[in-house]
């Protein structure tokens, strides 16, 4: 019985919080700054506003992840062409949300760059909808101090002196809630119960089963 309740424990301070966390991306910005101190702040909240509302299609490729395999050797068929073109469509939280848990690093390392130009096209969607002086950080990371984050920015962040105005928001990163899951594997089955938990929830918020089976039947 104490080493069920240490698993538990375990997972509720630990992988709870992964899986808690990881169904949200935190959206903080807007970051308003002026071009001198005599200027007016622009209204965040208008800007936040617009950045959830907006909508936009960016059209973008996976050939940098390609490239990218091939530069630490791992040889693919090819490295651009059609094949690796994509689009996407909502608002503009939501692809900075999207971008934000794509561009996933550990350590500070990036995991791929498969949407280095994802990224791309979805800060400049970011900086079109909120104008030149608007600085967007959209992050999401899984538990608090957590070396594993993904990080998307656009406008030019703000210089240490300026008068900031900021304004946040949450959004949905995709990935599906595993706590219940997981208390229930914990008491059953201990490490190997929480670990297949963890990888089914992992998989499904990396991997829709949706969204990538049109993907194979496209291309």
């Known amino acids: 019985m104490t080493g069920d309740r240490g698993v538990a424990s375990l997972v509720d301070t630990v992988l709870f919080l992964l899986f808690v966390s990881s169904a949200v991306v935190a959206l903080a910005g807007p970051v308003a700054f002026p071009p001198s101190p005599s200027s007016p702040v622009p209204d965040v909240g208008t800007s936040l506003q617009r950045l959830e509302t907006v909508t936009a299609n960016p059209e973008y490729s996976l050939a940098a992840g390609s490239r990218r395999a091939d530069e630490l050797l791992v040889r693919l068929p090819t490295e651009r062409g059609p094949e690796f073109e994509r689009f996407a469509h909502g608002s503009v939280a939501s692809l900075l949300a999207d971008a934000a848990v794509g561009n996933l690093t550990v350590d500070g390392e990036a995991v791929t760059h498969t949407g280095d130009d994802f990224e ?9 909808a909120t104008g030149p002086r608007v600085h967007v950080r959209a992050v999401w990371v899984p538990y608090p ?9 656009a406008g030019t ?3 240490a002196t300026a008068r900031v105005s900021t304004a946040t928001a949450t959004l949905d990163s995709g990935f599906p809630s595993a ?11 201990g490490y190997a119960g929480v670990a297949r938990v963890v990888a089914d929830a992992t998989v499904r918020g990396l991997f829709p ?3 990538t089976g049109r993907a194979l039947r496209g291309d």
């Open 179 to 189: 706590r219940g899951r997981a208390l229930i594997a914990a008491e059953r089955d």
């Open 145 to 153: 101090d957590a070396p594993i984050r993904g990080t998307v920015v």
């Open 209 to 211: 089963p949706s969204a």
């Open 157 to 159: 962040e703000p210089p």
């Open 120 to 128: 791309r096209v979805v800060a400049r969607a970011a900086r079109n």
